[in-house]
């Protein structure tokens, strides 16, 4: 196979040389190799000069171009304020009752979550912010919201990675939650408090139209409560069941300093 170089040599031998005598230097007329490389040059010069202006060189459509950075760790992803959300108190170890006929011996991510967390978190035999007869084993500042992310296969819900918005930089395989551990801020009146993310309720564990994108939450026996809060949250922001709070997901740069931090020292009053 000739290349383009040997095909325009040929081409420039039948050419006449007379009719582009007047352009070319004398000393290049009868030099076909020369002219070649010349004319060769040129023509990748013109080449290279109108890639730039075409739509893709490979014919890609515009989108398949696009790259999307993966955001920095500590860029803020912006999260919005639920508003008058009602509030219920449950804990670890928790009875079944008319109210709350499931037991919270166990989470929805964790099977063994009283035996995890060092007992039970008894909402009335209290020593500061945690429970008096052990130091927990667990974060005491945990709640509840009415969403589980794990299907019963072990497979992620099919619109998680859709709505939940740090899913992909969380995301750790099957039967692992992206949610479980998530901080979150509650507001009530004035005075803020941090919780994780550690169960599933009040009653409902797929209305994740609440949870991310700002719906009202379903409807339930509680006063269509939408989030469930630990003793030490309720103690923290002196506020009992039935209370109306607000809420919003933080990043985890942005939790500050506080007994939702320090809940593991023994001398914590």
């Not at 000739?2 to 070319?24: F, G, N």
């Not at 500590?74 to 499931?102: D, Q, Y």
């Not at 008096?132 to 819900?157: C, E, V």
């Not at 379903?218 to 939408?226: D, L, R, T, V, Y």
Request: aromatic fraction near 14%; include cysteine.
């Amino acid at each position: 196979m000739r290349t383009s170089k040997q095909l325009l040599i040929i081409a420039l031998c039948l050419t006449p040389v007379v009719a582009h005598s007047k352009d070319i230097p004398l000393g290049q007329e009868f030099d076909f190799e020369q002219r070649a490389d010349s004319l060769h040059r040129h023509f990748l010069e013109g080449r290279r000069e109108a890639i730039p202006n075409l739509i893709c060189p490979f014919q890609a459509p515009p989108k398949a171009r696009v790259v999307h950075e993966e955001p920095s760790p500590w860029e803020t992803t912006p999260h919005s304020w639920r508003r008058g959300i009602t509030a219920t108190v449950f804990w670890v170890g928790e009875k079944p009752s008319e109210r709350n006929p499931t037991p919270n011996n166990a989470s929805s991510w964790d099977p063994n979550w009283q035996a995890n967390y060092g007992g039970i978190d008894h909402p009335a035999n209290r020593l500061g912010h945690r429970p008096a007869a052990f130091i927990p084993q667990l974060n005491p500042f945990y709640i509840a919201l009415p969403y589980n992310d794990i299907a019963p296969t072990g497979d992620h819900q099919p619109e998680a990675a859709k709505v939940i918005p740090w899913y992909w930089k969380s995301y750790k395989g099957s039967w692992t939650s992206v949610c479980k551990g998530r901080w979150i801020a509650i507001h009530y009146r004035g005075k803020v408090c941090y919780a994780q993310w550690e169960d599933c309720g009040p009653f409902h564990t797929n209305d994740w139209q609440y949870v991310f994108k700002g719906h009202a939450p379903k409807p339930n026996h509680n006063g269509n409560a939408g989030i469930d809060i630990s003793p030490a949250v309720r103690d923290f922001l002196s506020i009992r069941s039935g209370y109306r709070v607000s809420w919003k997901f933080v990043e985890d740069h942005e939790v500050p300093g506080g007994p939702w931090s320090q809940w593991f020292l023994p001398s914590q009053p």
